[in-house]
Structures are given as C-alpha cells and as structure tokens.
C-alpha cells in the first residue's frame, strides 16, 4: 500500500468483531515497532500482549471508571497490547535533562505508531489509549519501576465500517517553509 493511503487508513478504531486475531500478524507489528529508531538506539520498550480472556477483561477495566467512561469500548478488542517503557540509560537521561526533552517517551511514541500502522496494513484496527489506570495495571500484569506503562492499545478486527475523515489542523496552520 502507498505510505499515505497507510496512513489515512489508520484510524482509532472503537468497536472490534469477535474474529481472533492470527498471531503471525501481531508478530508483524511488534517487528514493525521493533525497527522503530530510538534516541542513541536505547529501544527503551517492552511489548506486552494479552489474550487470555480473564485478565483481558481486567486490563480492559482497568481504562475506564464511572466517571471516565470513553474507554469503555475497550473490553470488545480480543487483544490488548500494553507498552511499557524503561528507565532509559543515564546519558540520555543526562543528554533529556540538558535539552529539556524526555527522549523515552519520544522513543514510545514513534515505536507505537510503527506498531499501529503496520496492524493497518495487516487489516486490523487500532486505538492508543493513554488513559488508565497506571497503579492497576502495573499490578495486573506485575510491571515493576523502573519500568512503567506508558500505553495500551486495542487491536483486532474493527467494527467500523467505513474509514472516517480525519479531523486534523490545516496544512497552512502546521507548516512553514524557510527558503
Ligand atoms: C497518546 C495518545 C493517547 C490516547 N488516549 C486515548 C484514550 O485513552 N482513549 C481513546 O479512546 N482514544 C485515545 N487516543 C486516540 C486519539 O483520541 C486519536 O488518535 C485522535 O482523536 C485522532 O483520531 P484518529 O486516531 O482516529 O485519527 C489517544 C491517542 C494518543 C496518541
């Protein structure tokens, strides 16, 4: 597929089928995310996938509450794939610390998108969710500091039938050339 038609593909999908999802496929993903570049190569990330039903469902609860309820479609995904990330290594530390900038969570965030577009191109669908409950997961899945997760994606065969438009800023708002 053509990179850009890849990228309006991906979208936030909130409502997943039944049908499982074939693990050589999220194999692909995770060797997607693996490829990701990463501030001096740390790779400062760990991919854990869950599908066995129990302690999906309990991860899944884990997203939502009575007050927040916008995740509450997450329990119709068949997998849940939480993204950790470690402490990275003392120089980049120091190198974050110089230039203001947290190289790790920089490092996640490209991992994740590699994760979630390669799943497009396998037909799945995706949504990252950056709300959860930190302190209950970490328990769940026995997640211990340094390491820490930093997000949770839904994947599986999306319900959705069509491809919504993207909502984004426009080009003339986001861009400017120096020539
Ligand atoms: C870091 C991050 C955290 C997000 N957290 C959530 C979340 O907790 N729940 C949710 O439904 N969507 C979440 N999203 C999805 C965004 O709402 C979505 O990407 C954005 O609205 C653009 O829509 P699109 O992904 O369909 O293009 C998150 C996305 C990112 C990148």
Known sequence: MNF????????????YTDQPVEREKIERCLEAARLAPSASNSQPWEFIVIEEPKLREKLANATFSDLVRFNRFVPS??????????????HIVLGGILKNRQFNLIDVGITAEHFCLQAAEEGLGTCMLGWFNTHKVMKLLDIRRPQKPVLIFTLGYSGHKTIREKKRRNIDDIRRYIS
Do not use: F, I
């Open 4 to 15: 850009l038609d890849l990228v309006k593909k991906r979208q936030s999908d909130r409502k």
């Open 77 to 90: 995904a068949p997998v849940l794939v939480v993204l950790t990330s470690w402490r990275p290594k003392l």
